[in-house]
């Protein structure tokens, strides 16, 4: 820190001066050094912000057009810019909700494992299998569905099939937020619920479970966040479709993701149209999601 | 309801370590026992024994036993869960549940051994929260967060809730440690007619609380570091402060030490 | 005297159909406020006890299977493709699996491009997050290294399949320039050797650099809990000597936090590795095996997948790519295994 360099006095150049600035090579290195790291801060803000303008500046004329939120694209002709996208916003919010019922759970009860029961291999292994399954590939996820449930049991493709796939991705960080918060609750508060003559199990779902709870529900909507974005498990497990379609256990169905795959090989100008207009779409969805996760949090029961 | 504590050879270990050794004592019915001793000598470890808290830490383990009116609390057939419904506990810091009431707080352990109806529960709370000299300050704001409390009337919320359940015993581990003057005293005024209906053990550090509020006194110490501690005398609190049978006793109580 | 442990209760994993609110309303009854001492000993824990416990447990079993099933049933639906593979699946650049009866496929290009792409961007990425973390948790002030963190995290939530859109449509023709560069006054060097791609954007390297952006994040967050842990008495030791703020950081800062480093580094390298849809639209087809240049085109195994998601439907052609699933998935688990050792605990992926 450079606190002294000032105080040398020039006036007293015979006698060492009492505080003494560092020398020139090392000052030079620190202010390179903070110059850098400045820097990379810098550099990072670019593609994001650049990223986020071209969504927005090439999305915008599409979702404010009539149609974007209220059709579909059924029966649109590739090179028009009629119809819209709420087959695809529906498709997208179905898969993750149903992804969000059988993971959330499940999620939360492994937390609860890892935290207040597991001791010994097993939690270790199970701590371990989570943090590798969080570096699944999405594709890797979604071609195991399509190998157990497709063609080894013979189900068909469908949108819950994506569902499944998006279980295995969302998994991971809903533990991994729900052990993090659990380990936040205060010990004092299982102990004064044990001294009251309360079981460890009711102990952990009616007192710390709640105590934990607005972290838990911000991790499972930054889950949701993330898995809202997937596009290998759609291209994988279940086919496109331009009309709606309400059921997720059959047919074929279209998500905002998909919809901008398919999109892709529309060579008229109209197919961008769209691409960008879902593009914008799905950041918007993910945004509120965001938001939603960070005014949940504010509510924490935790005094940290 | 009062009910007799009797510890015979009771010995604590932490997996290896041998944290307390060979404790025998009796603590009587609706009556204040009072442990004291310096820093590390097991008298925290040896109340938390006796409503099997210890267990919550991996590797604990007690020889001996600790009979509930003759009763092991040990016994094979005793679960630590119904042991402490029996026997209740106060702790350091007042932890009320952040999530709930302060209602809520107070019926937190009949809610959650399945008790439903919601005039008992209200009388109750009253009744508790009464016990515990707060009804007055908080009948107009039962359904407000506990956490709002000031800490004095956070820790008597505790005790409501601990004496909610109708506890046999009722175990309090420093209970004012984390208080101010004011509000240690009124726990301690709140002891005194606690007792009236219930059996009462107290760890302190303030000698001067331990001779205020309770009727016998043992006095807990550590031969050496690293070796256990032990009980080295409990008697009448009078007794102790005054004429301790033992030099170590009366070297502490002096200030000689500790 | 007798000996208690109070370690072992038996886990009795239960069906999970009597969830967890039913059991509530039984134990009313079952475990009775025993008042009178006769009944309320009891050796086992309670009936919920158990359910609770069993469903905790089983769950956690659960993602362990998980792992194990991904494993199993990818390799069952590979080996009977691999049996009837023509190439060697282990140094052939074709990937051609038009004919069930004479499939010829191998890994060797998939993997090339793989690595190529995925340690590019690891090279690009890694300085720039240990700037980025340590700015956050040195130089920022705190009131703004939250916003400032939020605003990196960011980086994260925008899906790749944009990334993938931005990267060939904005991106790349503003890397023109530089890539051009590359080639023309640094061709001599193999990485930047002209490729088999007619042109220079949509290449490896533009891949690259659109990988390098969507795995700062995951780096710079790892990196950053590290560093910000760095004890503080280091710390003050270190600025007690006299030591400039970067003295400091070299002195007590990355040695604390160079194993966190590198295990949030191999996080990233482990995502860039399966990163799927912005490659597939990045990173343009290639006709000739890759020369192992930034300018080469070609699939990635995430890539090569995707893009043949729509024709799965006889087993032969589809396990071969399942098989090259199975290549991604071990890769994978080693990359992540090896951040997890690494971080030694002092990281939650």
């Known amino acids: 820190m450079s606190t002294a360099t000032g105080l040398s006095s020039p006036e007293r150049p015979a006698t060492t001066p009492t505080f003494q600035a560092p020398s020139t090579g090392r000052k030079i290195k620190n202010n390179l050094a903070t110059f850098l790291v400045g820097l990379a801060f810098v550099i990072a803000l670019v593609p994001l912000v650049w990223v986020l303008a071209t969504v927005v500046v090439r999305g915008i004329g599409a979702i404010l057009s009539s149609d974007w939120w209220g059709r579909s694209l059924s029966g649109v002709l590739p090179e028009s810019y009629a119809g819209g996208v709420y087959h695809a916003i529906y498709g997208t919010l179905i898969q993750a909700a149903l992804a969000a019922v059988i993971a959330v759970p499940i999620g939360i009860l492994a937390a609860i494992y890892l935290v207040e029961y597991g001791r010994g291999r097993l939690a270790k292994t199970t701590s371990f299998m989570v943090d590798i399954l969080a570096g699944v590939p999405s594709i890797v996820a979604a071609l195991f569905i399509f190998a157990a449930f497709i063609s080894i049991l013979g189900a068909e493709q469908s949108a819950f099939m994506v569902s499944l796939a998006l279980v295995l991705l969302m998994l991971p960080v809903v533990i991994r937020n729900t052990e993090e918060m659990l380990r936040l609750v205060p010990d004092e508060l299982r102990e004064a619920a044990y001294a009251l003559g309360i079981p460890k199990w009711k102990t952990i779902l009616r007192i710390v479970l709640p105590t934990a709870l607005s972290g838990t529900v911000t991790g499972v909507m930054l889950a949701l966040a993330r898995v809202m974005g997937e596009t290998a498990p759609v291209l994988v497990l279940v086919g496109y479709s331009q009309s709606i379609n309400f059921d997720p256990f059959s047919g074929n169905m279209a998500s905002l993701p998909l919809l901008m795959f398919s999109e892709l090989s529309n060579p008229e100008p109209s197919g961008q149209f769209r691409i960008w207009g879902a593009a914008l779409t799905l950041i918007l969805i993910i945004m509120i999601l965001q938001l939603g996760a960070s005014v949940v949090s504010r509510f924490s029961a935790i005094s940290k | ?258 | 005297m007798t000996e208690r442990t109070t370690a072992a209760r038996p886990r009795d994993p239960q069906d999970e159909g009597s969830a967890a609110g039913s059991a509530t309303l039984d134990t009313v009854t079952d475990t009775d406020p025993g008042r009178g001492g006769t009944d309320r000993g009891k050796a086992t824990p309670g009936r919920g006890e158990r359910i609770f416990r069993g469903l905790t447990s089983g769950s956690g079993l659960l993602v362990v299977a998980a792992i194990a099933a991904i494993g199993l049933f990818l390799l069952v639906q590979a080996v009977p493709s691999l049996l009837a593979d023509n190439a060697n699946f282990l140094t052939s650049p074709v990937f051609d699996t038009r004919d069930p009866a004479n499939l010829n496929f191998g890994i060797r290009d998939l993997l090339v491009v793989t690595l190529l792409s995925s340690l590019f961007a690891l090279v690009l990425a890694m300085p720039i997050a240990l700037g980025i973390a340590l700015f956050l948790t040195q130089y920022a002030p705190k009131r703004v290294a939250r916003p400032f963190a939020y605003v990196i995290d960011l980086l994260a939530a925008v899906p790749s399949i944009i990334y993938g859109l931005w990267g060939i449509a904005v991106l790349a023709p503003a890397l023109l320039p530089i890539a051009t560069f590359l080639r023309d006054d640094l061709g001599w060097f193999f990485l930047f050797a002209p490729g088999n791609l007619p042109v220079l954007t949509g290449t490896i390297f533009t891949g690259g650099v659109v990988l390098a952006v969507m795995i700062l994040p995951i780096i710079t967050a790892v990196t950053r809990e590290v560093f910000s842990q760095a004890p503080r008495f280091h710390i003050e030791a270190a600025q007690a000597l006299g030591a400039t703020r970067w003295e400091v950081i070299r002195m007590a800062v990355l040695p604390y936090g160079r194993s966190g480093y590198i295990a949030g580094s191999m996080l990233g390298l482990g995502r860039a590795l399966g990163e799927t849809i912005a490659v597939l639209i990045v990173i343009r087809a290639a006709t000739t095996p890759s020369g192992f240049s930034l300018f080469d085109g070609g699939y990635t195994f995430a890539s090569l997948i995707a893009s043949a998601a729509s024709e799965f439907s006889q087993p032969l052609p589809t396990g071969a790519y399942i098989a090259a699933g199975l290549v991604l998935f071990v890769l994978t688990f080693v990359v992540n295994a090896i951040a997890r050792v690494v971080a030694g605990g002092k990281v939650n992926g």
């Open chain 2, 1 to 258: 309801m009062a009910k007799r504590l009797d510890l015979k050879a009771v010995d604590i270990f932490y997996g290896d370590f041998h944290a307390v050794s060979d404790v025998n004592l009796s603590v009587s019915p609706r009556s204040v026992t009072s442990f004291i001793g310096p820093s590390g000598c097991g008298k925290s470890t040896v109340l938390r024994t006796l409503n099997r808290m210890h267990e919550e830490i991996p590797g604990a383990r007690v020889d001996g036993e600790v009979l509930l009116d003759g009763e092991d609390i040990y016994a094979r057939s005793a679960d630590a869960v119904a042991v402490r419904r029996t026997i209740g506990m106060v702790f350091q810091r007042p932890n009320p549940f952040p999530t709930m009431s302060i209602r809520d707080n107070v019926v937190a352990g009949l809610k959650l051994q399945g008790v439903r109806d919601k005039k008992k529960l209200d009388e109750v709370a009253e009744a508790s929260l009464r016990g515990a000299n707060l009804w007055k300050e908080v009948k107009d704001r039962l359904d407000k967060p506990g956490g709002g409390l000031s800490g004095g009337q956070q820790q008597r919320l505790c005790i409501a809730r601990a004496i909610a359940v109708q506890p046999d015993v009722l175990l309090m581990d420093e209970p004012c440690s984390a208080l101010d003057p004011i509000s240690t005293l009124a726990i301690e005024d709140l002891i005194g007619d606690l007792k009236k209906e219930y059996t009462i053990v107290i760890v302190t550090h303030n000698m001067q609380q331990a001779a205020r509020v309770s009727d016998q006194t043992a006095f807990f110490n550590l031969e050496a570091t690293g070796k256990p501690g032990k009980l080295v005398e409990i008697d009448d609190t009078e007794k102790i402060f005054s004429n301790p049978h033992e030099q170590a006793t009366e070297d502490y109580i002096s200030g000689r030490f500790g």
